[in-house]
């Protein structure tokens, strides 16, 4: 895989973990309510279900993309319109919505549980690699290449929740989150309509 190929799949990754949603709230209870560690091992075992779904993504769009591609492309458009929605949706959120989470007393068995329950609890992550990874996966794609952008969706994922509850044991920072919550989700929703008509447009080159 090209660099700037790859630069591109760490963008669009970047984009979407940074998504205010469940998984952040997930991330700052466990912290808040724990302390750090239980706040990274829900960051990690929510990643490693995020790579669980982007394997399966890769490997079905390759088997679709060469016996079915009207299909993959009626699904890529599916995919598409649900990041549209994602992007509107984003917009008109509320300030500080999506980032309201209180502390409860937690543990790290309860972390990674609830971790991994919030990430394959929600197919609709299906649905955001199918427009995601659409544009990067060929018919004649390698193994490696393939096990490129599963790594990459997964360090991507679980680096930034990481970060997040590393960050939290500063007691300035959700705070500022907070604040500018309302920025965030204009920000995200503004980048997940571009990317949904990339999508429509065509593959990434």
């Known amino acids: 895989m090209p660099l700037s190929l790859w630069m591109s799949l760490v963008a669009v990754c970047a984009m979407g973990a940074m998504s205010p949603g469940p998984s952040l709230a997930l991330v700052l209870r466990h912290t808040l309510g724990g302390g750090r560690m239980p706040g990274i091992v829900a960051a990690l075992s929510h990643a490693l279900g995020v790579g669980f779904y982007a394997l399966l ?23 598409a319109a649900y990041l549209a929605w994602l992007g509107i949706k984003a917009l008109r959120a509320g300030r500080a919505a999506a ?7 937690t543990t790290r068995r309860q972390a990674a549980r609830e971790g991994m329950l919030v990430a394959l609890g929600n197919p609709k992550l299906i649905l955001f690699f199918v427009a995601l990874l659409s544009q990067f996966v060929t018919p004649d794609m390698s193994l490696l290449a393939k096990a490129l952008i599963v790594l990459t969706a997964m360090i991507i994922d679980g680096g930034w929740y990481v970060l997040v509850a590393v960050s939290l044991t500063h007691s300035r920072v959700l705070p500022w989150l907070q604040v500018r919550a ?4 204009r920000i995200t929703g503004v980048m997940l ?3 949904a008509l990339r999508v429509v447009i065509g593959p990434l080159g």
Do not use: M
């Open 57 to 79: 993504t890769v490997l079905g769009l390759g088997a679709l993309i060469v016996r079915f591609p009207t299909l993959f492309q009626a699904i890529t458009w599916g995919g």
């Open 99 to 105: 980032l309201e989470a209180s502390g409860v007393v």
């Open 193 to 195: 309509l571009a990317l």
């Open 182 to 185: 309302h920025w965030i989700h």
